[in-house]
C-alpha cells in the first residue's frame, strides 16, 4: 500500500505535522533545559503542538510529544531552582 500524503485531508496533515512537531520540539527542550528560558521557551512550544494535533487526531505520536515536553519543562523548572539557589 503506497502512502501518499497529498490524499489527505488538509486537516488531517496539519495534525501529523502538529504532532512530529511537538515530539521534536519535545527532544529540543529537553537539550535546551541547561538554559531556563530557552528550554521553557521549547517545552510550552511543544505542549502547545501537541494539544492542537490532539484536537484533530488522536495519536500516540502527539502524547507522546507532550509527555517529552512536560519531561523538559520539569527539568527546567528543576535546573533553574538549582542555579538560582547556588549563587546564593
Same mark, same amino acid.
Given at each position: 500500500?503506497? =502512502?501518499?500524503?497529498?490524499?489527505?485531508?488538509?486537516?488531517?496533515?496539519?495534525?501529523?505535522? =502538529?504532532?512530529?512537531? #511537538?515530539? %521534536?520540539?519535545?527532544? &529540543? *527542550?529537553?537539550?535546551? /533545559?541547561?538554559?531556563?528560558?530557552?528550554?521553557?521557551?521549547?517545552?510550552?512550544?511543544? +505542549?502547545?503542538?501537541?494539544?492542537? #494535533?490532539?484536537?484533530?487526531?488522536? *495519536?500516540?505520536?502527539?502524547? %507522546?510529544? +507532550?509527555? &517529552?515536553? +512536560?519531561?523538559?519543562?520539569?527539568?527546567? +523548572? &528543576? =535546573? /533553574?531552582?538549582?542555579?538560582?539557589? #547556588?549563587?546564593?
Amino acid at each position: 500500500m503506497d =502512502y501518499d500524503p497529498n490524499t489527505l485531508d488538509p486537516e488531517l496533515r496539519s495534525a501529523k505535522l =502538529y504532532a512530529l512537531a #511537538s515530539a %521534536a520540539i519535545g527532544v &529540543i *527542550s529537553l537539550c535546551a /533545559a541547561i538554559i531556563p528560558l530557552c528550554g521553557g521557551t521549547a517545552s510550552f512550544l511543544g +505542549i502547545g503542538f501537541g494539544l492542537l #494535533s490532539l484536537r484533530t487526531e488522536n *495519536s500516540g505520536v502527539a502524547k %507522546a510529544g +507532550i509527555g &517529552i515536553s +512536560i519531561l523538559g519543562l520539569l527539568i527546567t +523548572i &528543576i =535546573y /533553574a531552582i538549582f542555579l538560582f539557589v #547556588s549563587e546564593r
